[in-house]
């Protein structure tokens, strides 16, 4: 008889333990096929790219920014793009139209958000403007919609504090440039929700990405990692151990690095290094972080990469050929 009991007591664990895991994985499909409309915050770099790989696949996306002007560059730059893919035959010409037709523009966050199942914000990297920020799309985003930030390093847990809905508060921090790099860090904050996660990541691999899930901490795992050795090799160079050739020639050569350190940096943006390491240092308050002065002042001095022409190289006439910034000559 108690064989018999027992027996039954496990049967009915496993009915229901089937039963909530159909009933989650049937929520979670609900969830998914409904979030297709996506609004990105920021027509910048990141803002474009993302607005681009969701649109390409299948999503209606209203893409917002306060300059009509940089909406423009934006939907100018995805077209460039997706040319390139149309030469390369990795889409068609209706793939490529339907990409565009899929983009939407505002100059209004307010009417920008409004219908929007999931909120992409991709400001600058800026704690007081993503708080700014945040707090207006927690007022006119729908109740449901989950919003996410692109942010490199700030804390989600943070941005979360300043809206309603902390639990439907995530990061997702694409890789540059976003139509090509796979990886998005999906970054669960302190009240994040287990189904926003579990949310975020499926949608993650229906646009073709391959997430990874860390928890929120100053700088996560990409730029916990990087930013240091980039910061090290502007050091090498600040102390003359060698120049900055030299120095990106031993990341490549020796360590099979795509590109040197330095060349990285110019790619990312001088003044986004900076703002990060200072995130991770007022974060961890280790020195080790400290950002070296030589970045310091090359971005007080508005050389800040690619974006500006001047780095530790010379962009100038484009960025096919690697020349040496005359000031480390």
């Known amino acids: 008889m108690n064989i018999i009991i027992i027996n039954k007591i496990q049967y009915m664990n496993i009915y229901y333990t089937k039963i909530w895991l159909l009933r ?3 929520v979670y499909q609900i969830i998914n096929s409904l979030m297709e409309n996506i609004a990105v915050i920021g027509a910048g770099t990141m803002g474009n790219g993302i607005a681009h790989v969701f649109a390409q696949n299948n999503h209606t996306v209203t893409l917002i920014d306060i300059s009509g002007e940089a ?24 793939i490529k139209a339907q990409t565009i037709a899929n983009i939407h523009t505002s100059t209004s966050l307010e009417e920008g958000v409004k219908n929007s199942d999931l ?16 707090k207006e799309i927690d007022l006119h985003a729908p109740s449901n919609a989950i919003l996410a930030t692109n942010t490199s390093s700030i804390s989600i847990t943070k941005i979360a504090a300043v ?25 669960k904050g302190y009240k994040t929700s287990d189904q926003v996660t579990s949310t975020i990541m499926n949608k993650s691999k229906e646009i073709g990405k391959i997430p990874v899930e860390v928890n929120d901490y100053p700088g996560f795992v990409a730029n916990r990692i990087l930013m240091p050795m980039i910061n090290e090799a ?15 020639t031993v990341m490549k050569l020796g360590m099979a690095h795509p590109m040197g350190p330095l060349q990285l940096a110019d790619f990312i943006g001088l003044d986004v ?42 962009w100038s006439g484009g960025t ?4 040496i910034a005359e000031q480390f000559n």
């Open 24 to 26: 989650n994985i049937f």
């Open 71 to 94: 909406l423009l560059k934006s939907i100018e730059t995805i077209t460039k793009n997706l040319d390139r893919q149309l030469k390369k035959e990795k889409i068609t010409q209706e």
């Open 320 to 323: 096919k050929e690697l020349i």
């Open 163 to 187: 809206t309603k809905r902390p639990d439907k508060v995530i990061g997702m921090h694409f890789m540059n440039p976003v139509p090509v790099m796979k990886l998005v860090e999906v970054i």
């Open 119 to 134: 909120v992409i914000e991709a400001a600058t990297e800026n704690l007081e403007l993503k708080l700014s920020i945040f």
């Open 273 to 314: 290094c900076l703002s990060i390491l200072q995130v991770l240092h007022d974060g961890f308050g280790q020195p080790k972080y400290a950002p070296c002065p030589l970045l310091v002042n090359m971005v007080e001095a508005g050389h800040l990469g690619i974006k500006t022409g001047i780095g530790f190289y010379d």
């Open 234 to 248: 502007i050091y090498t160079l600040y102390e003359s151990v060698a120049g900055v050739e030299e120095i990106d």
